[in-house]
């Protein structure tokens, strides 16, 4: 289950049909403590991009309906986001948006001297994913070992060695 266990799907099912009359689809959502905080993340996508304006428009349009569904009892900070260029890739549907495409993988320990990875995904399952780092090199990594795993949008720009 994605950080914030139940919360999160409450909150998904209350966001997701109004995000799709304005023309988005959700990411992901998170609900999480950083530092003394609590943030409830919304990351949507749309063909073309997200811009600030998608954000601010879908803030307004989800923060009444969460108020009134009530299901976060502390206080917390509402942030509507793009997941941006180098997106995390964590639930099935991320992985098989990205079959066949570049990605990042960053290891909780280092495996042979290194814990950043790239290649392309060829498989995934509930547990791991499967990168081709060349022609000849694949590497099965299962996700708990990973601190993330990410889309590699930037075409060579800052290669990991």
């Known amino acids: 289950m994605a950080k914030g266990g139940n919360t999160v799907k409450i909150v998904w099912d209350i966001v997701e049909p109004l995000a799709k009359e ?3 689809s959700i990411w992901d959502v ?3 403590k950083e530092g ?3 943030y409830l993340r919304v990351f949507i996508d749309k063909e073309g991009g997200v811009g600030i304006d998608d954000c601010v428009d ?3 349009a989800i923060d009444g309906p969460i108020d009134e569904a009530n299901p976060i009892e502390q206080a917390y900070n509402l942030q509507v986001q793009s997941p941006g260029i180098e997106r995390e890739l ?3 549907f991320h992985f098989e948006c990205y079959l066949g495409e570049k990605i990042q993988v960053r290891l909780i320990k280092a495996f042979e001297g290194k814990r950043e990875y790239k290649g392309i995904l060829i498989d995934y399952d509930s547990d791991s994913v499967t990168i081709a780092i060349d022609d000849e090199t694949e590497m099965n990594i299962l996700k708990k070992e990973a601190s993330w795993i990410k889309a590699d949008d930037f075409d060579g720009i800052g290669d990991i060695d």
């Open 22 to 24: 304005l023309g988005f």
């Open 30 to 32: 998170r609900f999480l």
């Open 36 to 38: 003394s905080q609590w």
């Open 58 to 60: 879908l803030s307004h």
């Open 90 to 92: 964590c639930r099935d």
